[in-house]
């Protein structure tokens, strides 16, 4: 979107000073890319906002017989693609601020891989671990029955995030469906492939960060087969990342979780890892591993590190002591707006999470498509389709960085923002 009359004083800094709030650090970027672009002020004006943001109570049943009251939250960022598409969380710390960053990354993570999706995001503030199945049911059905008149098919479809499941979107999928009087699939991805989920799915994000971490090492000339790699977080993205990384040849020497951290600079072996952590519920006391400080995971020696665990683990105060030479982000915001300068002065490679973890919501838009036909693809034909946009989506983001002489991530966010800025252009302005 070009306006070359145009002054880029409009999005010129904002002052905002708090490294560790989520949205902030989202408009930081955003801004940044916005005067590259010297983007149209009105369409600047419409994108930095968030189309619709809707705030619930979610009363619950516990099993002691009382009553509590969570508190939910589901923002639309813009629908200006197509409907709009995002997880949902549970979490204790869920924030207002975080979902109205996470459905803003969605919006150009979808536009960046070229899904037809706009962004969204959910969350309920809860503690999971603290609560029997039965409540967490009750709790995930009448959230969904509070978010019912703004989700759907052609509206916004959730997807699982932090702390939720496949479980948790069959209990959406059927609470949606009981309203509506027949069965909708569509409403939701990441469901049990018996419920209409797509083979391929659970790996998604994990095998999107290995199909871009080989187009980095390619363009790093880095040869996979004798790199080290850390990956902090062992969850779904982290577990089957390192999972898929290993496979591929590369020597994972550290790994972390929510209890603990493990280093060998031999090499782990990544299913007895797994193994070890479904037996005991951590990594910790894995045999033939030092244990570490899993706040200092991001400064162990290796040539990869993938943060693929929650927002703002790399920032100012460690940033420097990052010793790998190529992060690829499994994790949505694990690098705050300081420390991105930082590495781009020390000339690492940062493949950006709107585009490094967006396995996840390509398969999800592959999922919503199987429904919406009624026939499913085999998983490798799944695969291939994912390999397809990945492989491109890096490229075109590299393509811009090397146009503009900018880092991959105000690369990614130029890409996203320019699509959706020229949809909206040719759909006009409805006011």
Same mark, same amino acid.
């Given at each position: 979107?070009?306006?070359?009359?145009?002054?880029?004083?409009?999005?010129?800094?904002?002052?905002?000073?708090?490294?560790?709030?989520?949205?902030?650090?989202?408009?930081?970027?955003?801004?940044?890319?916005?005067?590259?672009?010297?983007?149209?002020?009105?369409?600047?004006?419409?994108?930095?906002?968030?189309?619709?943001?809707?705030?619930?109570?979610?009363?619950?049943?516990?099993?002691?017989?009382?009553?509590?009251?969570?508190?939910?939250?589901?923002?639309?960022?813009?629908?200006?693609?197509?409907?709009?598409?995002?997880?949902?969380?549970?979490?204790?710390?869920?924030?207002?601020?975080?979902?109205?960053?996470?459905?803003?990354?969605?919006?150009?993570?979808?536009?960046?891989?070229?899904?037809?999706?706009?962004?969204?995001?959910?969350?309920?503030?809860?503690?999971?671990?603290?609560?029997?199945?039965?409540?967490?049911?009750?709790?995930?059905?009448?959230?969904?029955?509070?978010?019912?008149?703004?989700?759907?098919?052609?509206?916004?479809?959730?997807?699982?995030?932090?702390?939720?499941?496949?479980?948790?979107?069959?209990?959406?999928?059927?609470?949606?469906?009981?309203?509506?009087?027949?069965?909708?699939?569509?409403?939701?991805?990441?469901?049990?492939?018996?419920?209409?989920?797509?083979?391929?799915?659970?790996?998604?994000?994990?095998?999107?960060?290995?199909?871009?971490?080989?187009?980095?090492?390619?363009?790093?000339?880095?040869?996979?087969?004798?790199?080290?790699?850390?990956?902090?977080?062992?969850?779904?993205?982290?577990?089957?990342?390192?999972?898929?990384?290993?496979?591929?040849?590369?020597?994972?020497?550290?790994?972390?979780?929510?209890?603990?951290?493990?280093?060998?600079?031999?090499?782990?072996?990544?299913?007895?890892?797994?193994?070890?952590?479904?037996?005991?519920?951590?990594?910790?006391?894995?045999?033939? @591993? $030092? =244990?570490?400080?899993? #706040?200092?995971? !991001?400064?162990?020696?290796? &040539?990869? +590190?993938?943060? *693929?665990?929650?927002?703002?683990?790399?920032?100012?105060?460690?940033?420097?002591?990052?010793?790998?030479?190529?992060?690829?982000?499994?994790?949505?915001?694990?690098?705050?707006?300081? @420390? $991105? =300068?930082?590495?781009? #002065?020390?000339? !690492?490679?940062?493949?950006? &999470?709107? +585009?490094?973890? *967006?396995?996840?919501?390509?398969?999800?838009?592959?999922?919503?498509?199987?429904?919406?036909?009624?026939?499913?693809?085999?998983?490798?034909?799944?695969?291939?389709?994912?390999?397809?946009?990945?492989?491109?989506?890096?490229?075109?983001?590299?393509?811009?960085?090397?146009?503009?002489?900018?880092?991959?991530?105000?690369?990614?966010?130029?890409?996203?923002?320019?699509?959706?800025?020229?949809?909206?252009?040719?759909?006009?302005?409805?006011?």
């Amino acid at each position: 979107m070009q306006a070359a009359s145009h002054d880029p004083g409009p999005y010129a800094g904002t002052g905002r000073e708090s490294e560790f709030n989520p949205y902030e650090a989202m408009l930081d970027r955003f801004d940044q890319a916005a005067r590259k672009l010297r983007l149209d002020p009105g369409i600047y004006e419409i994108l930095k906002s968030t189309d619709r943001e809707l705030t619930v109570s979610v009363p619950c049943l516990m099993d002691d017989g009382s009553y509590r009251v969570f508190r939910g939250y589901r923002v639309q960022h813009n629908l200006a693609v197509g409907p709009a598409k995002g997880g949902i969380r549970f979490a204790p710390d869920v924030t207002l601020d975080e979902v109205r960053a996470l459905a803003a990354w969605m919006t150009w993570k979808c536009a960046v891989v070229g899904v037809p999706f706009g962004g969204a995001k959910g969350g309920v503030v809860c503690d999971p671990k603290a609560l029997s199945i039965g409540e967490l049911e009750r709790i995930t059905r009448r959230y969904t029955v509070a978010i019912m008149d703004i989700i759907g098919p052609e509206r916004d479809v959730p997807a699982p995030d932090v702390n939720t499941n496949e479980q948790v979107m069959a209990w959406i999928m059927d609470t949606y469906s009981m309203h509506m009087r027949h069965t909708v699939t569509s409403v939701v991805t990441g469901k049990p492939v018996g419920l209409g989920g797509s083979l391929g799915r659970r790996e998604a994000t994990g095998r999107g960060v290995l199909f871009v971490l080989r187009e980095a090492a390619a363009v790093k000339k880095l040869d996979l087969d004798n790199a080290t790699v850390v990956v902090q977080g062992f969850g779904n993205v982290g577990g089957i990342g390192a999972e898929l990384i290993h496979a591929e040849g590369a020597k994972i020497v550290g790994v972390s979780d929510i209890e603990g951290a493990i280093y060998a600079d031999s090499g782990l072996d990544i299913p007895k890892v797994q193994e070890h952590v479904r037996k005991t519920g951590s990594v910790l006391g894995y045999p033939g @591993a $030092d =244990e570490v400080n899993k #706040d200092e995971v !991001v400064e162990l020696p290796c &040539d990869v +590190l993938v943060p *693929a665990a929650v927002e703002n683990v790399i920032r100012r105060s460690n940033a420097d002591k990052v010793q790998a030479s190529i992060i690829i982000e499994g994790a949505n915001g694990p690098t705050t707006a300081r @420390a $991105d =300068e930082i590495l781009f #002065d020390k000339g !690492v490679f940062v493949v950006p &999470d709107i +585009l490094a973890n *967006a396995g996840g919501v390509t398969v999800s838009y592959l999922e919503w498509v199987q429904d919406r036909m009624g026939y499913f693809w085999e998983e490798d034909e799944v695969n291939r389709r994912l390999g397809i946009v990945m492989s491109r989506a890096f490229n075109e983001v590299k393509e811009m960085a090397d146009k503009h002489d900018v880092g991959m991530r105000i690369a990614a966010y130029m890409l996203g923002i320019d699509r959706v800025g020229r949809f909206m252009s040719m759909r006009g302005i409805y006011a």
